[in-house]
């Protein structure tokens, strides 16, 4: 008699998959100070590794996304984890600023080509709002490492030094490669592969009106995020004076929003639409930016007040992001993996300028930093309206054409 084969739910293997992402970013974090000494350098320089990743993210993305639609999925991820275990094991050792972002670079192409599947392969499953709620379930389990991360972080800083940090994520990786090994079917099968250019995907995806809206939204809203996330360093251990064994709970109060914002969506999706809840999303956004400049202008920038609406701020993305998935991703399958990849390479595209914005204007307030994140939620804003009135020009056509066809009909019947 056979043993029955553990199978583990496929949110959990891709939420395993994309927490690839935030734990490289979140892990080292309140490791800035002790890296800055170490290399020689000042924990600003050391915040631009935080950029560096996320363009290497992007590329990743671009290359892995198409490769996975003509390849296959598996095929990619392991690639993908290889590469970023390798560079991540190659960190322990860095010497140099300089070294330090090439490996970061190196390390960010691999996890954008493996984590660039997580999304194509809930498409490559589900249909229309069930993408978005299954997107959520993976978003709120993978929620668990940005919480973790910086404060497993803090503790490997308390017994041992920051290069163990990247010894930690090379082991990760090659773990997941064995779970995911056993664990994760392709999904993609041969016969949905696209034969033709690697690259025809994303004209596909670019051509489609609404969705390049959205795609243009969701970048705009995750830049914000990526602001907060390169900036905290700055604006809770220097501005406000917390220590590093703080840090990780001040950063982890968003992390545990979004989760809750996360399960609110899936709770919520039962009675609204994606695009309804996407837009109370961006609404959020927009109204805690907005305060927090106007707090950053005045006397009243304190602690207590802020962080409730940086929580609401980041937490907002609970609503956006596996919402505007959804509405994106259901007008593509056979191209899933190009349509993800184009969602991820301009989320953190956008999201690497936008902190390298608030780089060049950084002059030790917190004003700049709330000036980017402004700017940001603006711009999702805009497109948010531009998107809606894309869709219902959609609707408009997509009515026009059903009246004709019943028209055609009818005359043919008589």
Known sequence: MNATRLQLPLPVLLALLA???PLSIDMYLPAMSAMAGSLASDIHHIELSVSTFLLGFALGQITGGPLSDRLGRRPVIFVGLGLFGLASLALTYVSSLDGLLLLRGLQAIGGGLAVVNSTAI?????????????????????????LLAPMLGSLVLTFSGWRNIFGILSGYAFLLIGILVWQLPESHPPHRRIKRSPWAGYATVLRHRTARRYILMLASAYSGMFVFIT????????????SEQVFPWLFGANVIVIMLMNRLNIYLLKFWSPR???????????????????LALSPFFVLPVVLPLLMIYVGSLGLITANTMGSVMQHFREVAGSATALMGVIQFSGGALAGLLWGHFHDHTPIPMMEVSLLTATLALIFLLMARRADSHEVSDNAAIEADTATETATATD
């Open 231 to 242: 900036a905290s360093p700055y604006l809770y251990l220097e501005h406000f004076g917390q």
């Open 122 to 146: 809930v498409r490559d499953h589900f249909e229309g709002a069930d993408i978005a709620r299954v997107l959520s379930m993976v978003a709120m389990i993978m929620m668990a490492a940005p």
């Open 276 to 294: 309804r809840l996407l837009t109370l999303g961006i609404v959020m956004q927009f109204s805690s930016a907005l305060a927090l400049l106007a």
């Open 19 to 21: 927490a690839i992402g």
